[in-house]
């Protein structure tokens, strides 16, 4: 059997990089995991302004007419077209078909709410 006189440095390479393709997926993971437990959570109060956050892919319509369908009241569109600002119901305030999340409006009526009347 014959030795080459070069080592071989395959093995090492990939364990390094697999390492350090952990490390950045377990960082990308945890702070976006840090930046959803600063959002606010999910209100009971009725008469509470709610932001209704669809997939990108959403229209104003589609969005709007998804959160009527789910009982709330339509006060007007989002920065983006694809967010609804609500306020619920009688009801307790219930996730309208297709949203990503629905969130309080306390410390992000900057980010989330504007635009024009829906």
């Known amino acids: 059997m014959r030795q080459s006189l070069i080592p071989s440095r395959t093995r ?5 990089r697999l390492r350090d393709g952990l490390a950045i997926a377990a960082l990308i993971i945890s702070s976006g995991l840090i930046a959803l437990t600063g959002l606010p959570g999910r209100s009971d109060a009725r008469s509470e302004e709610l932001a209704a956050v669809f997939p990108p892919w959403t229209s104003s319509s589609e ?3 998804s959160s009527l369908a789910a009982g709330m ?3 007007r569109s989002g920065a983006l077209p694809f967010v609804m600002i609500v306020a ?3 009801d307790e ?3 309208p078909a297709g949203a990503l999340l629905l969130l309080r409006l306390e410390g992000l009526a900057g980010c989330l709410s504007g635009g024009g009347a829906a």
């Open 12 to 16: 090492p390479e990939g364990r390094t």
């Open 73 to 75: 009241r339509v006060l």
């Open 63 to 65: 969005a709007a007419a």
């Open 88 to 90: 619920a119901g009688e």
């Open 93 to 95: 305030a219930v996730r």
